[in-house]
């Protein structure tokens, strides 16, 4: 069992930039494949990016956004830069084995998820 607390959200401006934070309980934070997942009101839970091996990114995210993990803390981090009204949304943090199989940027390959933080651009 994994619990996860998500940090960093908050109301910027366009352009700004933010740090989200994902804290993990556990031993075997190693083993787990994150990533983070968005959801704004009205759309479905879309993917952003992962860390497990590979990293992948949303191509809305691609070249702005950067995923990193310091597994001596048990936490995943999420670096936006140059943000957009679009990526207003609440951002969740999900966690996986490395070695399930499954696309890490299907949300219903991952057994655990935070409780989500806000995250509001304002252009």
């Known amino acids: 069992q994994v619990q996860l607390v998500e940090s960093g959200g908050g109301f910027v401006q366009a352009g700004d930039s933010l740090r989200l934070s994902c804290a993990a309980s556990?031993?075997?934070?190693?083993?787990?494949?994150m990533g983070w997942f968005r959801q704004a009101p009205g759309n479905e839970r879309e993917f952003v990016a992962a860390?497990?091996?590979?990293?992948y990114y949303a191509d809305s995210v691609k070249g702005r956004f950067t995923i990193s993990r310091d597994n001596a803390k048990n936490t995943v981090y999420l670096q936006m830069n140059s943000l957009k009204s679009e990526d207003t949304a609440v951002y969740y943090c999900?966690?996986?084995?490395?070695?399930?199989?499954?696309?890490?940027?299907?949300?219903?390959?991952?057994?655990?998820w935070g409780q989500g933080t806000q995250v509001t651009v304002s252009s």
């Open positions: 860390s497990g091996g590979r990293t």
């Open positions: 999900a966690a996986r084995y490395i070695i399930s199989p499954g696309d890490m940027r299907v949300r219903a390959n991952y057994n655990y």
């Open positions: 556990g031993r075997t934070f190693g083993s787990y494949a």
